[in-house]
Nanobody
Framework: QVQLVESGGGLVQAGGSLGLSCTAS????????VAWFRQAPGKEREFVAA???????YYADAVKGRFTCSRDNAKNTVYLQMNSLNSEDTAVYYC????????????????????WGPGTQVTVSS
């Protein structure tokens, strides 16, 4: 199996930027598709973005144009660059991976992913 760990969370002012990283270890063949989800208190886990092995990306409408997801396969790392942050972006951010290529339409489903990281907190202040 593959293990995932997120880093880069923290406190940022509204309008600011923050970059998250998700690093995979172990059997990295298990990270053909990597996605970012977020969950705020009292809310369901929400799809943010996904990136496939060769770099194709998918974004939720709420973050399109503000967030950029990318990956460096040589470093076994996926990135989420978050710009123009607002209070609605406050959540715990998780990365998730699956060993298959997951197409748009199913990439947004948490149940599509077999491995999850522990999450990192992102808080956007006024």
């Amino acid at each position: 199996q593959v293990q995932l760990v997120e880093s880069g969370g923290g406190l940022v002012q509204a309008g600011g930027s923050l970059g998250l990283s998700c690093t995979a270890s172990g059997r990295t063949v298990g990270s053909v598709t990597v996605a970012w989800f977020r969950q705020a208190p009292g809310k369901e886990r929400e799809f943010v973005a996904a990136v496939a092995w060769r770099g194709r990306t998918y974004y939720a409408d709420a973050v399109k144009g503000r967030f950029t997801c990318s990956r460096d396969n040589a470093k076994n790392t996926v990135y989420l660059q978050m710009n123009s942050l607002n209070s609605e972006d406050t959540a715990v951010y998780y990365c998730a991976a699956d060993h298959t290529y997951i197409e748009s339409g199913v990439a947004e489903w948490p149940q599509s992913y077999e491995t999850w990281g522990p999450g990192t907190q992102v808080t956007v202040s006024s």
